[in-house]
């Protein structure tokens, strides 16, 4: 099983649509996790950090459910710009705090 | 976050030779990683640059392969060395700031021939 799991989509969505991603993860112990996205041939930027009691920045929204090891994004009111890889990204604590793990990706393509 | 840079953008190499990155940042950071993206993936850790000290690295990665220099807190370099075609990617560093934020440079496109 990978350590972080995310459907590779493509999610192709009219602009205005809510689109929802998940991501699994496999360590019980994982201590922190983020999204990030990545625009075709750019590196990975940070969208947001995922908190425990779940998050929201404007049109995004997180939530992080550690009983079933899951994270999921929202984003609602889908802009063209909108259209991009997004990364589950996990810490898996213990002895490895400075390690990353990326899951592969999810594509959104948002249609006009 | 901070501004960070990379050196060359991109490059294509002949197999069996060697090529250095370089990393830049604009303000100093004690955490510095060199991760790999091969085509169509996600991003893997090759390592953690350790100011003053040897490189950390991940499991399936080696020095002799992947020697890392950092002499000081703005500045690391990566060398891909006896380059194969297996080893064309994109190569990012990062650095850690608050926290567990990590924030990438823009990486270098590497084909070898």
């Known amino acids: 099983r990978k350590e972080v799991e995310q459907d590779p989509g493509p999610f192709n969505v009219p602009e205005g649509a809510t689109v929802a991603f998940n991501c699994t993860y496999s360590n019980s112990a994982s201590q922190s996790f983020f999204w990030y996205r990545q625009d075709c041939r750019k590196e990975p930027k940070l969208l947001m950090s995922?908190?425990?009691s779940g998050n929201e920045d404007g049109r995004f929204t997180a939530q992080l459910n550690r009983a079933s090891q899951y994270i999921s994004l929202l984003i609602r009111d889908s802009k063209l710009s909108d259209s991009a890889t997004y990364l589950c990204?996990?810490?898996?604590?213990?002895?490895?705090?400075?390690?990353?793990?990326f899951g592969t990706g999810t594509l959104l393509a948002v249609q006009p | 976050s901070a501004v960070i840079s990379q050196k060359p953008s991109r490059d294509i190499c002949q197999r069996g030779t060697s090529l250095t990155i370089q990393c830049q940042v604009d303000s100093q950071v004690t955490m510095m990683f060199w991760y790999r993206q091969q085509p169509g993936q996600s991003l893997t850790l090759i390592a953690t640059a350790n100011q003053g000290s040897e490189a950390t690295y991940e499991s399936g990665f080696v020095i002799d392969k992947f020697p890392i220099s950092r002499p000081n807190l703005t500045f690391s370099t990566l060398t891909v060395s006896n380059m194969s075609p297996e080893d064309s990617s994109i190569y990012l560093c990062s650095v850690r700031l608050a926290g567990d934020t990590q924030y990438f440079g823009p990486g270098t496109r590497l084909t070898v021939l």
């Open positions: 990204v996990v810490n898996p604590g213990g002895g490895a705090t400075n390690k990353l793990i």
């Open positions: 995922v908190y425990s």
